[in-house]
């Protein structure tokens, strides 16, 4: 499964457990608190119908031994902090529970590459994130999240940071520091603007900024080298004459959705004429077909 098929699929999946959670609390079901903290919780959970607002998930059941453990869509609100036993876990998937905090003993996982977190209850995140430093994949699409730990800086080695449809207003100055980031998503927060660090970003491949509050893109943009730059569904009028730097790079523009002049100001800005020029059908505004690159 693609980066792009993997996205549609975690939004399927939750819109599906809200839905499911809206159901279990109005048929007052949920899940057995004792099976969660069972052996062999993957293999005994089981449900019953009773009311339960806290299940706490041990990691007791687990071998020191395993690389990957997926535990997704349980009702999970809490886990145990002997979590920190799995030091060769590679692979962490507890994507649609009802977590708003990790312990801080995930710091112990120094082996974990991909950790997805989508459609939990995150409002803020853990500052020790960043010394999980062979982490390459974090997914915490559909979360709560306000505000990043300028410690997610120091993920030197991550590749892809999936942060859709959160409530983001700002984004921290350390995101510069993410060398080797090749696809950031942030489509369907509240950015006004993002931070001009993120022209630091050389290896970036992807930006998604759809649906935000865009009012204008740093002119540190044109330092990218990105091959596809998404920006449907914001206020912007027009792009910093700096982005054709990306004439040579880039693949995809989508202003759709957005108010864009038809000309700049000649100067400092572009409008529809300008960028018409510049990328001519790469860039996209309303009314034109998205083309997704091959």
């Known amino acids: 499964m693609n980066i792009v098929q993997t996205k549609k699929a975690h939004k399927v999946i939750c819109s599906f457990i809200v839905l499911m959670e809206a159901t279990f609390q109005s048929s007052n079901s949920d899940v057995?608190?004792?099976?969660?903290?069972?052996?062999?919780?993957?293999?005994?959970?089981?449900?019953?119908?009773?009311?339960?607002?806290?299940?706490?998930?041990?990691?007791?059941?687990h071998s020191k031994n395993e690389t990957e453990i997926s535990i997704p869509a349980k009702g999970?609100?809490?886990?145990?902090?002997?979590?920190?036993?799995?030091?060769?876990l590679k692979e962490l998937n507890l994507g649609g529970n009802k977590l708003r905090s990790?312990?801080?003993?995930?710091?112990?996982?120094k082996s974990l590459q991909k950790l997805d977190l989508n459609c939990n209850k995150f409002e803020t995140f853990l500052e020790v994130i960043g010394e999980l430093e062979n982490l390459l994949e974090l997914n915490l699409n559909f979360n709560k999240l306000k505000t990043l730990p300028s410690e997610m800086g120091k993920l030197k080695n991550l590749q892809v940071l999936i942060l859709n449809d959160n409530k983001l207003e700002r984004l921290p100055p350390g995101i510069g520091r993410l060398k080797n980031l090749l696809y950031l998503y942030l489509k369907?927060?509240?950015?006004?603007?993002?931070?001009?660090?993120?022209?630091?970003?050389?290896n970036l491949r992807e930006?998604?900024?759809?649906?935000?509050?865009?009012?204008?893109?740093?002119?540190?943009?044109?330092?990218?080298?990105?091959q596809e730059l998404y920006l449907n569904g914001n206020k912007l009028e027009t792009l910093p004459i700096e982005i054709k730097k990306l004439s040579g790079s880039l693949e995809i523009l989508d202003l759709r959705g957005n108010n864009i002049l038809e000309e700049?100001?000649?100067?400092?800005?572009?409008?529809?004429?300008?960028?018409?020029?510049?990328?001519?059908?790469?860039?996209?505004?309303?009314?034109?077909?998205?083309?997704?690159?091959?």
Request: no cysteine; charged share 30%; net charge positive.
């Open 76 to 88: 999970i609100t809490s886990i145990d902090s002997n979590i920190k036993r799995l030091v060769k």
């Open 264 to 294: 700049g100001d000649g100067k400092r800005t572009l409008g529809k004429k300008e960028l018409r020029k510049i990328f001519e059908d790469r860039v996209v505004f309303d009314g034109d077909a998205l083309r997704i690159p091959q």
């Open 188 to 202: 369907g927060n509240k950015l006004k603007t993002p931070p001009p660090e993120m022209g630091k970003l050389k």
């Open 102 to 109: 990790l312990p801080a003993e995930i710091r112990e996982l």
């Open 32 to 61: 057995n608190p004792r099976a969660i903290q069972s052996s062999n919780p993957l293999r005994d959970f089981r449900t019953e119908r009773r009311a339960v607002h806290s299940l706490h998930y041990s990691f007791e059941g």
């Open 207 to 226: 930006l998604n900024l759809n649906n935000n509050q865009l009012e204008t893109l740093p002119v540190e943009v044109g330092n990218l080298n990105l």
